[in-house]
């Protein structure tokens, strides 16, 4: 096919929005997708029945209130060491925090001076750990500081 020449695809993949019992089963080509309104999942036609698609990951979230404490474990419910936790604090914008697997201090972007980063007890199966004496603020801890976190396994 020259530069210049249009190639006409015949049809694109259709994608629905409704309540799983009301997912069309004919009139459909392999790949057409799906949300349902009631399930709130995502499905794929598999040429043959709408098939459920899953992520490989899991995801948790949560919110806490500070309370300066130290090594403070706030747990995450995934059942295993997430990859990364990601901490925002609520009521403001310029803190940013991450713990990851395998290194025991949590990250802090803050808007204003930069990076720092701070000792805290190693997230595990069960918890992840927010708070150190330096700077509770900058570790996630700060008293009465609204916090919400993602937590990605």
């Known amino acids: 096919m020259k530069g210049d020449q249009v190639q006409v695809i015949p049809r694109r993949l259709r994608v629905i929005y409704d309540a799983y019992a009301s997912f069309p089963a004919s009139g459909l080509v392999v790949g057409d997708l799906a949300y349902g309104t009631d399930t709130f999942r995502l499905y794929r036609w598999s040429g043959a ?18 309370n300066n404490g130290t090594n403070r474990a706030i747990p995450h419910g995934i059942g295993f060491a997430p990859k990364i936790v ?58 009465t500081e609204p916090y919400s976190w993602v937590a990605i396994g």
């Open 49 to 66: 029945a709408w098939q459920p698609i899953s992520a490989t990951g899991t995801i948790t979230t949560g919110t806490y209130t500070g």
């Open 86 to 143: 990601i901490i925002t604090q609520s009521n403001s914008n310029n803190f940013l925090y991450f713990i990851v697997t395998g290194i025991a201090r949590i990250q802090t972007i803050d808007v204003g001076p930069g990076f720092s980063h701070y000792a805290v007890t190693a997230l595990d199966a069960t918890n992840f750990y927010v708070g150190n004496g330096v700077n509770h603020s900058h570790s996630a801890n700060g008293t």
